[in-house]
């Protein structure tokens, strides 16, 4: 069991530890609920528990499939085991529909399917509402090594694919979520942060409900009766 040293960040969901192992990290997951930068918050009771169950779930499905990223183990309820990584400020993002940001800003129908998935770079910064940007504005910002880029596109497309299959098997529609990257300790490059409800949209195949954070977002029900559905469903 790795020994939990000093605390090294804490951020709006999740706290992150240094452990024993100077490569070797553990992520805690927070009762914490945030929403349009951390300026909608609350407390949610088991939020993070179901979090951290339901990323390591989807960790392991993406490590079947040859995916690389920072999961090592799930430690507790609450906790995590990852490889420290070097992250970069981009946030990757795959849309199979039509839902969120990309509705407001260039008027698709909420539901409308793509021909096929959409991926967007966006620059992981609150104070600035993580605008979009495109790949000169990362090579000029720095926002991650431009050589990556590729690596990540792709990776995000694979991920898209196994995981809309995982989903669809379940009775779920994958409607759009987000990847963070960074290099790992031995050089390579590799998914990093949570893979949740909260950085998913996940509609019922049948009943189109919302089982993600855009319940909390728009108060549409329950948050973690969406999120313990999902973890129902992916756990038979
Ligand atoms: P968007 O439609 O708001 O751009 O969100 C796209 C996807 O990214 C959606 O599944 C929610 C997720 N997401 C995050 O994980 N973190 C964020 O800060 C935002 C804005 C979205
Ligand atoms: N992740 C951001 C926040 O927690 C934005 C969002 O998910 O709406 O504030």
Known sequence: MPEKKKKLYEG?????????????????????????????????????????????????????????????????????????????????????????????????KEGEKFEKPLVEFFYKNDQLHDPLVCEAHIDLMKLAPIEALPTMRETALKVNSILSEFFSQNGIILVDFKLEFGRLPDGSIGIVDEISPDSMRLWDAETGEKLDKDRFRFDLGDLLEGYRKVLERISQ
Do not use: C
């Open 12 to 108: 709006k969901a999740k706290i992150v530890y240094e452990t024993d192992d100077p490569d070797k990290l553990i992520l805690h997951f927070k009762d914490s609920a945030t929403a349009f930068d951390g300026v909608k918050k609350a407390q949610l009771e088991g939020k993070g528990s179901l979090n951290n169950t339901i990323s390591s779930i989807i960790f392991e499905v993406l490590h079947k499939k040859g995916i690389k990223t920072h999961y090592i183990k799930k430690l507790s309820d609450n906790e995590m085991l990852v490889w420290r990584a070097e992250r970069f400020l981009v946030e990757v993002v795959v849309r199979n529909l039509a839902a969120g940001s990309i509705v407001k800003r260039l008027g698709f």
